[in-house]
């Protein structure tokens, strides 16, 4: 089964929950509008779509769980070690657009970090728990370059309003961290940890300014093999 057909379902649920739009400015309302519990199911790009059916078919997973996330629509999509989907969340993701960290800029301070330097590199990795700054547990990434994916901090500056930013229906506010992936706290405790903490996981990040078979060679091979155009 295709995973497009697999994301009809998300799409139905998402369907019959509230609507999140924004209450416009020339409507008063009685009482203070609330924030919505999740964010929005936006339908995955048809690079995420790409992506996730080579890995499914081709088991580039290695019966390993597995996570695509796609910067464009700031969304994870996440897949158990049969290539089953379990979910689809928003996400917040670095600030500047870029496929490629900084060389060296895993081992800077937050403080020094510019701004052209807080991207989420893209790419295929291998991704595993482990301790952080602080003790806190996160699944590293790409340890070297200090991205992992983990829940708003705690210490993040109220001005940058992460928490409404997740749950807007908007893309474009989902840049704002320094290059870490963040996501929903009852997500991350209930579907991905208990999904990775054993063995890891493979993340396929796509990219936002590179081709996507320069990010991810073996599509162009799978696209000849399966048949398809791979332009």
């Known amino acids: 089964m295709m995973i497009s057909q697999l994301f009809t379902g998300l799409v139905l649920v998402a369907a019959a929950m509230p609507s999140a739009s924004k209450t416009k400015p020339h409507q008063p309302s009685a009482a203070p509008v609330s924030m919505p519990?999740?964010?929005?199911?936006?339908?995955?790009?048809?690079?995420?779509?790409?992506?996730?059916?080579?890995?499914?078919?081709?088991?580039?997973?290695?019966?390993?769980?597995?996570?695509?996330?796609?910067?464009?629509?700031?969304?994870?999509?996440?897949?158990?070690?049969?290539?089953?989907?379990?979910?689809?969340?928003?996400?917040?993701?670095?600030?500047?657009?870029?496929?490629?960290?900084?060389?060296?800029?895993?081992?800077k301070k937050l403080g020094?970090?510019?701004?052209?330097?807080?991207?989420?590199?893209?790419?295929?990795?291998?991704?595993?728990?482990?301790?952080?700054?602080?003790?806190?547990?996160?699944?590293?990434?790409?340890?070297?370059?200090?991205?992992?994916?983990?829940?708003?901090?705690?210490?993040?500056?109220?001005?940058?309003?992460?928490?409404?930013?997740?749950?807007?229906?908007?893309?474009?506010d989902n840049r704002i961290t320094f290059g870490c992936i963040n996501v929903p706290r009852g997500f991350y405790a209930t579907d991905l940890r208990p999904l990775f903490q054993k063995k890891g996981g493979y993340v396929y990040v796509l990219p936002d300014t590179k081709p996507l078979e320069e990010v991810f060679p073996r599509l162009r091979v799978h696209a000849l093999t399966s048949g398809r155009d791979a332009a």
Request: glycine fraction near 8%.
């Open 37 to 107: 519990a999740v964010a929005p199911v936006v339908p995955p790009s048809a690079e995420a779509l790409r992506v996730a059916d080579w890995v499914a078919t081709s088991h580039d997973n290695h019966a390993l769980p597995y996570a695509v996330i796609d910067k464009n629509n700031a969304a994870l999509i996440l897949f158990d070690a049969k290539g089953k989907m379990v979910t689809q969340v928003s996400v917040l993701i670095g600030i500047a657009p870029g496929d490629d960290a900084t060389p060296g800029v895993g081992s």
């Open 112 to 172: 020094e970090i510019g701004p052209a330097e807080k991207t989420t590199p893209a790419g295929r990795f291998l991704a595993k728990f482990g301790y952080a700054a602080g003790r806190q547990r996160v699944l590293w990434v790409d340890y070297t370059n200090s991205v992992a994916i983990h829940p708003i901090p705690g210490d993040a500056a109220r001005s940058e309003n992460r928490r409404a930013r997740m749950l807007s229906p908007e893309t474009d």
